[in-house]
């Protein structure tokens, strides 16, 4: 037999984390897969990663890259599962040998967003009391709100969506940052305060829009993806992702970026903090979107032209030693 014309279609498994954030970000890919596809069957198999499961510790000291993500790659690379669906923040950008993006969706509002405790409702970034006390897990977010607000205190945050909110409703924290996407796919908006503007906070490379890995050699899973791509997003990506690859940063690095496109150019700012928020080198690059990826290189010289090395240099060695 040569042709397998007749043989029925194989079931496309989707692989995902069991967080309510992936499961909607999951379901969703999965919806637009079967809109664009109702012949095919697309089955969700669902999985603990490592950073599901260690939730004591600040993200920032258990610093494994792929911390979100490996559990699902073995699945891939095993052949126990045909795709996996990320926030692309959560993303490595070093992927395992056999695995590749093989799409990037739409993105929805990248930025950071404030979130206030209810004593705080009429309160933005720039009038919370001094002394509030912001609970963040992230160090971009924090080495770039001290290098702001230094009148502010931080405390690590940890745990999902739910557990986070209900920590700061409980009177724990002043206000949460996080990122406006999140809140918003699981029906949150109404709990963000305030957008922080680009000018204060960048946001992660990769913030608000979706990631799918598959294994490289898949041509058919490869194609399916392909409708579900946003080209912009793409580009923007590509750029982002590449400037974070050339200055070695994970997603545990104060590295922050916002890129727009308009027409065919591709507006990119970048910045590097140290933790303690009394350095931030930051700067911008344009060009064609055709360029992604040297405008990413591009940018990512410039910074480490100007101490960015040093800064990262510095935080690396400190998270060993804590
Ligand atoms: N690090 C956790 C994480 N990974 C993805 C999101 C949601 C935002 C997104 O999809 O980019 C969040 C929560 C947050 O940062 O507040």
């Known amino acids: ?52 499961k260690i939730l004591d510790v600040a993200l920032s000291k258990i610093g494994d890259k792929g911390l979100f993500t490996k559990e699902l790659e073995l699945g891939m690379i095993n052949k126990t599962a045909d795709l996996a669906v990320h926030s ?50 992230s160090l971009r977010r924090l080495a770039q709100l001290r290098y702001h607000f230094p009148h502010f205190e931080f405390k690590d945050v940890r745990g999902n969506l739910n557990t986070r909110l209900a920590k700061l409703d ?11 996407a999140g809140l918003e ?24 829009a979706l990631g799918i ?10 194609e399916l993806l392909s409708a579900l791509e946003h080209k912009p997003t793409k580009y923007r990506a590509l750029a982002e992702r590449e400037f974070l690859r050339e200055l070695e940063g994970g997603c545990q690095v104060p590295i922050g970026a916002n890129t727009t496109i308009e027409g065919e150019t591709l507006t990119f700012t970048g910045m590097v903090a140290s933790l303690d928020g009394q350095r931030l080198i930051r700067d911008t690059v344009s060009g064609n ?5 040297a405008l990413g290189r591009d940018l990512a010289d410039r910074l480490k032209g100007q101490g960015a090395q040093e800064i990262l240099a510095e935080i690396f060695a400190q998270i060993e030693r804590s």
């Open 1 to 52: 037999m040569t042709s397998n014309v007749s043989s029925p279609a194989r079931t496309i498994r989707i692989a995902s984390r069991k967080s309510q954030l992936a499961l909607v970000q999951t379901y969703w890919v999965q919806e637009q897969l079967q809109k664009h596809f109702p012949e095919r069957q697309f089955d969700v198999e669902t999985m603990s990663t490592k950073g599901d």
């Open 88 to 137: 692309l923040k959560d993303l490595p950008t070093k992927l395992p040998d056999g695995l590749v993006l093989g799409c990037v969706t739409e993105r929805i509002n990248p930025a950071d967003a404030l979130v206030v405790h209810a004593k705080h409702k009429d309160k933005q970034i720039d009038t919370l009391p001094e002394g509030a006390v912001i609970g963040t897990s």
């Open 170 to 180: 409980d009177g724990g924290y002043d206000a949460l940052i996080l990122a406006v």
């Open 185 to 208: 796919r699981l029906g949150m908006r109404d709990r963000v305060q305030q957008t922080i503007p680009s000018e204060i906070s960048l946001h992660a490379v990769g913030q608000g």
């Open 213 to 222: 890995e598959c294994r490289a050699d898949d041509t058919e899973v490869l």
């Open 289 to 293: 979107v055709s360029t992604a990826e």
